[in-house]
């Protein structure tokens, strides 16, 4: 189905990663119950197949956090919503994002939980970008690294499409700016 498009992960890739990572939480998060949360909607695959691979004890809630105009440039400002403090204060928050790009919005992110009084936050991204950090952060759990390139699939979008393909593919060009 993917096979038009230049495949950076294919599924079986994505999955056996993902398993990796599960298993990682499970072992640093034992005899806890974490506050999971996901920022929707890239990082919902993500999410969800992390969460059946840790099989780990754990709550869960979703936050947005949107920085794009219908671009593929990120404007910088970050506009959030997010659980109530009294979700908040006292967890130990597992932050679950897609792509971790210029930093901006895991950076505010992880403020505001701090803000908010969680007891610690972490963050586990699907795919990092360092070429383009341009905040003073790095996730704590890191799928894969890659190069500078737009990419969509496995709940990664371009203007809300492509999310729904299951391997993580770099973004056509004729859809591009
Ligand atoms: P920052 O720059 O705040 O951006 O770290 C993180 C958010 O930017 C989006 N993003 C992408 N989305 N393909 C996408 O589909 C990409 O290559 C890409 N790079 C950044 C993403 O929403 C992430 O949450
Ligand atoms: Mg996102």
């Known amino acids: 189905m993917t096979k038009q498009y230049e495949v950076l992960f294919s599924r079986e890739q994505l999955a056996a990663r993902v398993a990796e990572l599960?298993?990682?939480?499970?072992?640093?998060y034992a005899g806890k119950t974490p506050l999971v949360l996901g920022?929707?909607?890239?990082?919902?695959f993500f999410f969800a197949d992390l969460l059946r691979a840790a099989e780990l004890p754990c709550k869960i809630g979703f936050l947005t956090?949107?920085?794009y105009l219908h671009s593929t440039e990120s404007s910088g400002e970050?506009?959030?919503k997010m659980p109530n403090a009294d979700e908040i204060r006292g967890q130990d928050v597992i932050l679950v994002e897609d792509i971790l790009d210029t930093g901006n919005t895991l950076y505010?992110?992880?403020?505001?939980?701090r803000e908010q009084g969680?007891?610690?936050?972490?963050?586990?991204?699907?795919?990092?970008?360092?070429?383009?950090?341009t905040a003073d952060f790095s996730a704590?759990?890191?799928?894969f690294t890659i190069p500078d390139?737009?990419?969509?699939?496995?709940?990664?979008d371009f203007d809300e499409q492509y999310r729904y393909l299951p391997d993580v593919v770099v973004l056509p060009q004729d859809t591009g700016k």
């Open 65 to 67: 956090a949107s920085s």
């Open 78 to 80: 970050v506009t959030v």
């Open 22 to 28: 599960g298993a990682e939480l499970r072992r640093d």
């Open 149 to 156: 390139a737009f990419v969509v699939g496995y709940g990664l």
């Open 118 to 133: 969680a007891n610690s936050v972490k963050t586990i991204v699907l795919l990092d970008k360092p070429d383009r950090r």
């Open 108 to 113: 505010k992110l992880t403020r505001l939980l």
């Open 39 to 44: 920022v929707l909607k890239g990082a919902v």
């Open 140 to 143: 704590d759990y890191v799928g």
